[in-house]
Nanobody, 128 residues
């Protein structure tokens, strides 16, 4: 049974920083795409950043230079991170961790949200 558990959300002033974490459990694949996606009130889910098993990353244009996705491995334990700097009010959203055995990099962007089969419950980020 695969579970993704996010943590690290909160409320910060504009220009501040937050680090989100995601700890998958029950996922043993060595070839996996992991990503952060977000949904702002009244808007569709959008991809924020993705990272594949080789450490290659892809980020949305709206967060390039401000957000950094990374992944650590300790034996079979994976932890996904999203370092968010220079936060803006428009970054306010529910942030989700997602995983799937799919190519992370698709064309010039990242894998589509509908392609991810495993999702966390989300963690709220509010920037004022």
């Amino acid at each position: 049974h695969v579970q993704l558990v996010e943590s690290g959300g909160g409320s910060v002033p504009a220009g501040g920083s937050l680090t989100l974490s995601c700890a998958p459990s029950g996922y043993t694949s060595s070839s996996v795409c992991m990503a952060w996606l977000r949904r702002a009130p009244g808007k569709a889910v959008e991809g924020v950043a993705a990272i594949d098993s080789d450490g290659r990353t892809r980020s949305a244009d709206s967060v390039k230079g401000r957000f950094t996705i990374s992944m650590s491995r300790d034996n079979d334990k994976i932890t996904l991170y999203l370092q968010m700097d220079s936060l803006k009010p428009e970054d306010s959203a529910m942030y989700y961790c997602a995983a799937e055995e799919i190519p992370c990099m698709v064309g010039g962007g990242m894998a589509k949200k509908d392609d991810f089969g495993f999702w966390g419950q989300g963690t709220q980020v509010t920037v004022s």
